[in-house]
Antibody
Framework: QVQLVESGGGVVQPGGSLRLSCAASGFTFSNYGMHWVRQAPGKGLEWVAFLRYDGRDESYADSVKGRCTISRDNSKNTLYLQMNSLTAEDTAVYYC?????????????WGQGTLVTVSS | DIQMTQSPSSLSASVGDRVTITCRATQGISNYLAWFQQKPGKAPKSLIYAASTLQSGVPSKFSGSGSGTDFTLTISTLQPEDFATYYCQQYNSYPITFGQGTRLEIK
């Protein structure tokens, strides 16, 4: 069965950096686009970034553009999100989500999430 | 960016009721609309894509309709496990955007 397991969250100071990982299993990772979606405490869902199956096309929300980089290692079945210049507004649970094809734009499976807290 | 607005923001209903949640886009998105269910402390669960197609394993009590700018999610014969927050999401164009959510509570 499809499994997505995020890791790398934690407490980081404002201005700091963090790299999130999402380990995928139960499907052929290299065939599917992948997304990051976040949810601030008590708030709704916010799409963050997308990466095509082959890593050749990516998109970002304006709120993270220039500060975050999505990447993947298909040999390790792992998706990443490098986050820099973090602010309190980046505090959220970060979910990785699988696209049902190489670039559909919606999600069929979600991970359980990893919490990022930006605080001094 | 395409803005998605759900109504109502919250809804009280009883077990056995049928409820409808509406989602409106600020511009036409064809049928590029998905619905998700989220329970407290849990990851979202995908319910519907292409406005009306159920994800595998989702019971037929959930149904979606609409095209263009106006969409609905209907849940029939509510059961205790259906009380959750529901989100719509457009994937017609980037950036992908979600509605603000509709919290469905037990009356």
């Amino acid at each position: 069965q499809v499994q997505l397991v995020e890791s790398g969250g934690g407490v980081v100071q404002p201005g700091g950096s963090l790299r999130l990982s999402c380990a995928a299993s139960g499907f052929t990772f290299s065939n599917y686009g992948m997304h990051w979606v976040r949810q601030a405490p008590g708030k709704g869902l916010e799409w963050v970034a997308f990466l095509r199956y082959d890593g050749r096309d990516e998109s970002y929300a304006d709120s993270v553009k220039g500060r975050c980089t999505i990447s993947r290692d298909n040999s390790k079945n792992t998706l990443y999100l490098q986050m820099n210049s973090l602010t309190a507004e980046d505090t959220a649970v970060y979910y990785c989500a699988k696209d049902p094809s190489w670039e559909s734009g919606f999600f069929d499976y979600w991970g359980q999430g990893t919490l990022v807290t930006v605080s001094s | 960016d395409i803005q998605m607005t759900q109504s109502p923001s919250s809804l009280s209903a009883s077990v056995g009721d049928r409820v409808t949640i509406t989602c409106r886009a600020t511009q036409g998105i064809s049928n590029y609309l998905a619905w998700f269910q989220q329970k407290p402390g849990k990851a979202p669960k995908s319910l519907i894509y292409a406005a009306s197609t159920l994800q595998s394993g989702v019971p037929s009590k959930f149904s979606g309709s609409g095209s263009g700018t106006d969409f609905t999610l209907t849940i029939s014969t509510l059961q205790p496990e259906d009380f959750a927050t529901y989100y719509c999401q457009q994937y017609n164009s980037y950036p992908i955007t979600f509605g603000q959510g509709t919290r469905l509570e037990i009356k």
